[in-house]
């Protein structure tokens, strides 16, 4: 396992704490943890060392979006409802400068026995090869072909995302293999849209997410959501998300 360390705010034997980064904290030197909403200083790192043998398994949400498409409101519900999936670690990067120096944080801490769960939330388009998005206003585009291309380093046997994104079907399209369960608000070919005026929510994500929240794994919660997008009135307001499945877990269960 790559961890060779975890923080003090996991999952012990009676008490729950969470663990919190975002992009403005650098966890290779120094955690910032929260503890009964009391705010601690910076810790280094060898001090919360308990050595890899003792590394437990663990569930991390990873929030990558753009301030021009969603909001950190949106951010805290989802991560809520994540919590209640037993999810204790979280990765909040909001317009992230560089996605795979970000991304390669992550791939520092996680490791064989965790559950990894991505969400993804900018906005996109598809270049006749490749989807792609930018994770930031006008910066940080990442293509379809390259995220699989990071998402290979991982080292999780139980990895999924969810992007938010016009013209994104070809992320779940470029992850059709094991452990994978990738979905995508639309296809190729069409936009995704919002609830209301963005910055915002989709409405993909809105419906998901209160899915899960109901209790219902994240199949059941997308195919709820695909039907609420398709059913749209006006033809060309609706959306064709995309899922494939080759997870042998059953997510938000």
Not at 105 to 113: D, F, I, L, N
Not at 170 to 195: I, K, R, V
Request: aromatic share 16%; net charge negative.
């Amino acid at each position: 396992m790559k961890r060779k360390s975890i923080s003090l705010a996991l999952v012990g034997l009676c008490l729950i704490f969470v663990t919190v980064f975002s992009s403005s904290y650098t966890p290779a030197s120094a955690f910032s943890f929260a503890l009964d909403d009391a705010e601690s200083s910076d810790l280094e790192l060898e001090t919360l060392s308990l050595g890899s043998a003792n590394a437990i398994p663990e569930k991390i949400a990873v929030f990558f979006w753009a301030s021009d498409a969603g909001t950190q409101a949106c951010v805290d519900e989802y991560w809520a409802i994540l919590q209640d999936e037993g999810y204790t670690v979280m990765y909040n990067f909001k317009d992230t400068a560089d996605f795979e120096a970000d991304f390669n944080t992550v791939e520092a801490y996680e490791g064989v026995e965790d559950t990894v769960f991505f969400y993804l939330f900018g906005h996109g388009n598809n270049n006749g090869e490749d989807s792609l998005t930018a994770f930031a206003p006008g910066t940080s585009i990442v293509y379809s072909s390259e995220l699989r291309v990071m998402f290979d380093r991982l080292e999780a046997e139980r990895i999924s995302f969810l992007i938010e994104s016009c013209h994104s079907g070809g992320f779940p399209l470029d992850f059709q293999a094991s452990p994978y369960l990738a979905m995508s608000t639309s296809d190729e070919d069409h936009n995704s849209y919002a609830l209301a005026e963005l910055p915002g929510e989709g409405k993909f994500s809105d419906a998901f997410f209160d899915h899960v929240a109901d209790g219902y794994n994240a199949v059941d919660s997308f195919h709820f959501a695909e039907d609420l997008v398709l059913s749209v009135r006006q033809r060309n307001r609706r959306q064709y998300p995309i899922i494939v499945d080759f997870s042998d877990y059953v997510w938000f269960a």
